[in-house]
């Protein structure tokens, strides 16, 4: 039996139930800003082989809780394990993000994708069973996985890319091809989420790093929907016992906030491009929202940094019986931050967020 939870703030949020302030984490908050992470990493030789070793990702996942008053842990490990164990040929280039040896490129190639790759990703549910277990009940654990639209981009282009122009050709002269695979990782990407949740995940976000680039009928066609698929399916698959709260983030997707709502997802992450006050308008409470202060704001003063909490928890404003805000980054923390300011970031939404959940 795994202990109860000392804070289990993030998880009342996320269901919309009343908190005394508000819960707080921070994407990529195990990372390189952190030298003892860039200890481990250097120990572990390359960024996969910190990913493929349960102790070592467990340490890095439990690093920032050491330092931070954080309301939760996420999972170390990266969007592309998916893509990985499917036999493309990750690697990492230093300083020029991930690289396919062999990108998707025809129907042949997306046809002969496997599809049963759960026992080559044994390790991350293994990682997740550990930090469940180093935790003790401090906080819950986040698992996660990349939107099947994300995971696509990268499995065509072959390499990060600015212009998407490998996959955009792909989508607008062979939507045929690209809709299959689409499926195939949303059926894939749910799998590997329940495992992650059944392995001890007691929230999961999805994160669609590249939704914002398609336009509006694309994103509904070629992301939005296979999200959907994704979330019935993981639904599906867990019992009423083993369901957990699920977050939406679309980066550059705030046109499409009431969709995500009604997607079937828990909360919907917001980046700074939206005004959360206005998100929580739109949305009418039907779901929780998450973040989204500009992670550039950590460059600032810790005054800068306090005033800018401030704005973004008065914007969500006062909460009712049926809201929920998870304060976090529009998107992940940079490796240029000094630690201390993402302390002054988590003691500011200590500090002043209670106010805005007091009854009276």
């Given at each position: 039996m795994s202990p109860a939870l000392e804070n289990d703030l993030?998880?009342?949020?996320?269901?919309?139930?009343?908190?005394?302030?508000?819960?707080?984490?921070?994407?990529?908050?195990?990372?390189?800003?952190?030298?003892?992470?860039?200890?481990?990493?250097?120990?572990?030789?390359?960024?996969?082989s910190l990913c493929q070793n349960p102790e070592r990702a467990c340490e890095v996942t439990l690093q920032p809780l050491a330092r931070f008053s954080l309301d939760a842990a996420i999972l170390f490990s990266d969007i592309l394990t998916i893509p990985d164990a499917m036999g493309l040929g990750l690697s990492f280039a230093e300083g020029e993000g991930p690289r396919f040896a062999r990108p998707l490129r025809d129907a042949?190639?997306?046809?002969a994708l496997p599809t049963s790759v759960l026992d080559d990703l044994?390790?991350?549910?293994?990682?997740?069973?550990?930090?469940?277990?180093?935790?003790?009940?401090?906080?819950?654990?986040?698992?996660?996985?990349?939107?099947?639209?994300?995971?696509?981009?990268?499995?065509?282009?072959?390499?990060?890319?600015?212009?998407?122009?490998?996959?955009?050709?792909m989508l607008y002269t062979q939507p045929e091809i690209l809709h299959r695979l689409l499926d195939k990782l949303s059926s894939v990407t749910a799998d590997y989420l329940v495992q992650q949740v059944r392995s001890g995940a007691q929230a999961l976000q999805v994160f669609d790093t590249w939704g914002g680039v398609l336009s509006?009928?694309?994103?509904?066609?070629?992301?939005?929907?296979?999200m959907q698929k994704l979330l019935a399916r993981l639904h599906a698959a867990l019992d009423e016992q083993e369901q957990v709260p699920v977050i939406l983030f679309t980066k550059g997707g705030g046109g499409w906030l009431e969709k995500l709502a009604e997607s079937g997802c828990?909360?919907?992450?917001?980046?700074?491009?939206?005004?959360?006050?206005?998100?929580?308008?739109?949305?009418?409470?039907s779901v929780a929202?998450?973040?989204?202060?500009?992670?550039?704001?950590?460059?600032?003063?810790?005054?800068?940094?306090?005033?800018e909490v401030q704005r973004i928890l008065a914007s969500?404003?006062?909460?009712?019986?049926?809201?929920?805000?998870?304060?976090?980054?529009?998107?992940?923390?940079?490796p240029d931050i000094d630690p201390e300011n993402v302390s002054a970031l988590v003691e500011a939404v200590h500090k002043h967020s209670p106010a805005y959940h007091a009854t009276t």
């Open positions: 993030l998880l009342r949020a996320l269901r919309r139930e009343p908190v005394p302030r508000t819960p707080v984490w921070i994407m990529r908050q195990a990372g390189r800003y952190l030298p003892e992470y860039r200890a481990v990493r250097e120990q572990a030789g390359d960024f996969m042949a190639a997306i046809d044994a390790y991350v549910f293994d990682a997740v069973s550990l930090i469940r277990r180093e935790l003790h009940g401090r906080v819950p654990l986040i698992g996660f996985a990349g939107s099947p639209w994300t995971l696509a981009t990268y499995m065509v282009e072959g390499r990060s890319t600015r212009d998407f122009f490998v996959i955009k050709k509006d009928a694309a994103y509904q066609s070629f992301s939005l929907v296979y828990s909360a919907v992450g917001c980046d700074w491009s939206v005004d959360l006050g206005s998100a929580r308008q739109r949305i009418f409470d929202l998450q973040g989204n202060m500009d992670p550039a704001v950590l460059r600032a003063s810790p005054a800068s940094i306090e005033a969500y404003g006062k909460h009712t019986a049926r809201s929920g805000h998870v304060f976090n980054l529009g998107h992940g923390i940079t």
